[in-house]
């Protein structure tokens, strides 16, 4: 009777011992599906976290320039706030790995429609819409657009 309750006393030792061991987990590497945006004022866009631990703390280098938030399908919504460049860290929280993503964010002009602005200005279509909807400066959209002296 007495080794029988010794070799349980034992076993429950030894089972105690081995399940409180610090096991080191491995997580797959911290990967960001881009790691360079460009986006307007006012638009929002999207960064996948492709793999990683599953637990990730996000930081934006000036929140005036983007706001980052975090949602639960791990992905990075990026909202332009004003134009400038920054950037966004992101943190494995479980791993301890990082990642940059380099954000860029331009003004945009589209705010009245394209053709009530070629109506008014006589501006060739084609130049402007590009230069209009890639947010250029308006002293750039003056260079690829032509009056229409007719």
Known sequence: MRSKLALFALTGIVLITTGSCNKEENYA???VEKTEITLAKGD???????QGSGSYHIVSADT????PELTKNHEI???GKAKGS?????EDVLS???SQIAVKVNLTYVNASISR?????GMRSDRTISALSNGQEPSEVQKYSTLNTS
């Open 29 to 31: 590497d911290l990967k």
């Open 44 to 50: 929002t866009t999207k960064v996948v976290i492709a």
């Open 64 to 67: 005036t320039i983007v706001k």
């Open 77 to 79: 919504l990026l909202i």
């Open 86 to 90: 920054t950037s966004v860290s992101v």
């Open 96 to 98: 301890k790995q990082h």
């Open 117 to 121: 602005l070629i109506e008014l200005f």
